[in-house]
C-alpha cells in the first residue's frame, strides 16, 4: 500500500533506508505522470509523525543525493516531500491504530461482506488486521490489513479540530508550517 506499482516498492527497498538514516519514515511513495514530466511523490513524517519544512527540505536533500547517485529513474522527474497531510493515507498498520476513533474510507482488493469500500470509525488493530465501526452496524468488522489497497482518513471537523490543536502546538514550540519542498532532477544527458 506504501508503493502502488513495482517500480514504486523498487524504489520504497532503495529510500526506507535513506529516510530512516535521517530520521523519518516513508509513509508513501508514488511515481507518477507520462513520459513527459514524471514525478516521484513521497509523504513522509518523524516517528512523532511530525513533518515540517525543514524535515521535507532535508529528506528531500538526502533523497535526491542516493537517486542522482544510482540513476535508478529513467528521464526527467520532480522530487516532491511533503507531510502526509490533515487527511493522511494510511499505509502501515501502525497507522490505523494511531488513528483509533477517526473516521476512514477503505478499499479493498476483493470482497468482504459483499462489498469492497467501507467507511467508518477505526477501533484499532487486531494482529494484522484493522477494526473498523460502521455506520449501523452493531459489531466491529475486522478486515485483514493485507486486503487494503487504498485507506485514507475522511475529513470531518474531529479532524479538523485535531489537525488546529497539532499546529498550534507546532507554532508554540517554533517548528514551522508542513509544506512541500521540490528537488527537480534531471537525466545523464542533461548534467
Same mark, same amino acid.
Given at each position: ?14 529510500? *526506507? ?5 535521517? =530520521? %523519518?519514515?516513508? &509513509? ?15 509523504? /513522509? ?6 513533518? +515540517? ?10 533523497? =535526491? ?5 544510482? *540513476? &535508478?529513474? +529513467? ?19 501502525? *497507522? ?5 476513533? %477517526? ?7 476483493? @470482497?468482504?461482506? =459483499?462489498?469492497?469500500?467501507?467507511? =467508518? ?12 465501526? @460502521? ?28 489537525? /488546529? ?6 507554532? /508554540?514550540?517554533?517548528?514551522? *508550517?508542513e509544506d512541500d519542498d521540490e528537488h527537480p532532477n534531471h537525466s545523464d544527458e542533461d548534467a
Amino acid at each position: 500500500m506504501r508503493g502502488k506499482t513495482p517500480e514504486d516498492r523498487r524504489l520504497l527497498e532503495l529510500l *526506507d533506508p535513506v529516510a530512516e538514516s535521517v =530520521g %523519518y519514515e516513508i &509513509v508513501r511513495l508514488r511515481m507518477m505522470g507520462g513520459a513527459a514530466r514524471r514525478t516521484l511523490q513521497i509523504m /513522509a513524517e518523524r516517528p512523532d509523525g511530525e513533518m +515540517n519544512v525543514d524535515d521535507c527540505a532535508t529528506l528531500s536533500r538526502a533523497i =535526491g543525493d542516493v537517486l542522482d547517485a544510482a *540513476d &535508478v529513474i +529513467n528521464g526527467d522527474y520532480v522530487l516532491e516531500v511533503s507531510s502526509p497531510g490533515i487527511d493522511r493515507p494510511l499505509t502501515r498498520l501502525k *497507522d490505523f491504530e494511531a488513528w483509533e476513533g %477517526y473516521e476512514a474510507k477503505l478499499e479493498l482488493d476483493r @470482497l468482504a461482506d =459483499g462489498r469492497k469500500r467501507f467507511r =467508518g470509525i477505526l477501533a484499532g488493530i487486531e494482529e494484522d488486521a484493522v477494526c473498523i465501526d @460502521l455506520e449501523g452496524e452493531e459489531d466491529t468488522t475486522v478486515i485483514p490489513f493485507d486486503w487494503i489497497t487504498e485507506a485514507k482518513l475522511s475529513l470531518t471537523d474531529e479532524l479538523l479540530k485535531r489537525g /488546529a490543536e497539532q499546529r498550534e502546538q507546532r507554532l /508554540a514550540r517554533g517548528a514551522g *508550517d508542513e509544506d512541500d519542498d521540490e528537488h527537480p532532477n534531471h537525466s545523464d544527458e542533461d548534467a
